[in-house]
C-alpha cells in the first residue's frame, strides 16, 4: 500500500475498533469518515472482539432494516433487545479485574446508557473516547456525498477490514503482544478496549510499537 505524501485516511466507522484500525488511524493527521456508504452487514460496523475467561467474544450491536439499502449514518439501533446491557456484562465479566478497569470503565458504561438512536452516534463517541484515552489527537471529519473515487492525496482504507480474516502482518499493523487477562496465547488485533483496560497508560506506546509507520 502506497501511503507516500498521503495526508488523509478515509476509512469506514467501526463500533469499539480493534488495533489495526488504530494503527491506521496514528499514520495521518487527517480522518475523514464515510458517512455515506450503505450499511455492510457482518462487518466491524456493528461489532467487535474481546476476550473472555473462555473465548473470544463478538459483541453485536443489533440494527433496524439492516438487510436493506441505508446509509451508515441513517442507521438506527435496534433497542428493543437489551444489548447495551448484555455487552456491558460482557465487558464487565472480561475485564473487571483488569488493572485499568475502574479508571476507564465509566467512560465506556455512559455511552451504552445514553442509548443513542444512530449506530453511526454511537460508534462515533466510542471512537472519540477511546482516542482522547489514548491522549491521540486528529483531526476528523466525515464526507458529505459518497465518492467511489478519491483525490491522490487521501488514502481509501473503506472496506479494508473484514472480522473474516485473521491478521498476521499488514502494511500498518504488526501484532506486538501484551499482557492480557486470560489464557498463555497472546490474541491480536482485539478491540482497542482490550488494550486499554488490560494496559492503560502504556497502551499508546504499545499501539506505537504494532504500527508499521
Not at 476509512?11 to 480522518?31: A, G, K, V, W
Not at 439501533?77 to 447495551?84: L, T
Not at 471512537?127 to 471529519?141: A, D, M, P
Request: glycine share 2%; net charge neutral; aromatic share 14%.
Amino acid at each position: 500500500m502506497e501511503t507516500q505524501d498521503k495526508q488523509t485516511l478515509l476509512i469506514d466507522l467501526h463500533y469499539l475498533p480493534n488495533l489495526e484500525f488504530f494503527t491506521y488511524l496514528q499514520s495521518f493527521p487527517n480522518i475523514i469518515l464515510e458517512a455515506n456508504e450503505n450499511f455492510i452487514k457482518q462487518t466491524y460496523r456493528n461489532r467487535c472482539y474481546i476476550l473472555g475467561a473462555n473465548k473470544v467474544e463478538m459483541l453485536t450491536v443489533p440494527v433496524i432494516d439492516g438487510n436493506k439499502k441505508v446509509l451508515i449514518k441513517d442507521l438506527k439501533i435496534d433497542y428493543s433487545q437489551r444489548w447495551n446491557i448484555i455487552h456491558w456484562r460482557t465487558i464487565s465479566a472480561a475485564y473487571g479485574k483488569s488493572p485499568f478497569f475502574e479508571f476507564y470503565a465509566d467512560y465506556f458504561q455512559n455511552i451504552l446508557d445514553k442509548k443513542n438512536t444512530f449506530l453511526w452516534d454511537l460508534n462515533f463517541q466510542m471512537l472519540t473516547t477511546c482516542l482522547k484515552l489514548l491522549k491521540v489527537n486528529r483531526t476528523i471529519s466525515h464526507t458529505e456525498v459518497y465518492q467511489k473515487e478519491v483525490d491522490s492525496n487521501v488514502f481509501d482504507a473503506r472496506t479494508l477490514f473484514n472480522p473474516k480474516k485473521q491478521v498476521i502482518e499488514t502494511s500498518f499493523y504488526l501484532p506486538k503482544p501484551y499482557q492480557q487477562n486470560f489464557g498463555n496465547e497472546f490474541v491480536p488485533n482485539l478491540s482497542i478496549i482490550d488494550l486499554l483496560f488490560c494496559r492503560g497508560t502504556q497502551a499508546l506506546e504499545i499501539l506505537k510499537n504494532s504500527s508499521l509507520n
